[in-house]
């Protein structure tokens, strides 16, 4: 396979632009997240700190910190891995640019992490089907599936 020099890798160099960068701090920072210990600890010195980060990910030294682990009770009782604000940043900084390439792939009804889309949307389908299938005399037992798939995303 073709070793790929990332540096003049077009993709790269968008992911890497200053201005990307700019928009994935200000969309990680949105919310309660400015109040997070580590959100309040990186925006101290956000100059440097960006630029380390950006570095790290330029030198290929750049890993993933370890998840915060919280547990939330609504609707139900559940731990929660999220991932700390700087690999947020970084998150945000790689989807940005990388989303025009994959979310044309997604079947239509994919919800998540979607532009334009998302939880709403997403049960207003849901309801839409199934005042389908309650109109359509075809479907004599019809049924939905809900389930949650435990620990989906650790990789222990």
């Known amino acids: 396979m073709k ?11 968008t992911i890497m632009s200053d201005e990307n960068w700019d928009n994935a701090h200000k ?9 997070r ?3 309040i600890e990186f925006n101290e010195y956000q100059h440097t ?4 980060l950006k570095n790290s990910i330029i030198d290929k030294t750049y890993e993933c910190s370890e998840y915060l682990c919280f547990v939330v009770h609504e609707p139900k009782m559940r731990t929660i891995h999220a991932p700390s604000y ?9 989807n940005s640019v990388l989303r025009d390439l994959y979310e044309p792939k997604f079947i239509y009804h994919s919800y998540a992490c979607i532009r334009n889309k998302g939880n709403r949307a997403a ?23 809900s389930m949650d798939v435990s620990k989906f995303f650790l990789y222990h």
């Open 86 to 94: 700087q690999d947020k940043i970084v998150q945000y900084a790689i």
């Open 3 to 13: 070793n790929l020099n990332l540096k003049s890798n077009k993709l790269f160099s």
């Open 49 to 52: 700190n960006m630029e380390l």
């Open 123 to 145: 049960v207003n389908a849901l309801q839409g089907f199934l005042r389908a299938v309650e109109n359509d005399k075809c479907y004599t037992d019809p049924y939905v599936v």
């Open 27 to 35: 969309e990680s920072i949105r919310g309660k997240h400015e109040y």
């Open 37 to 39: 210990m580590d959100a």
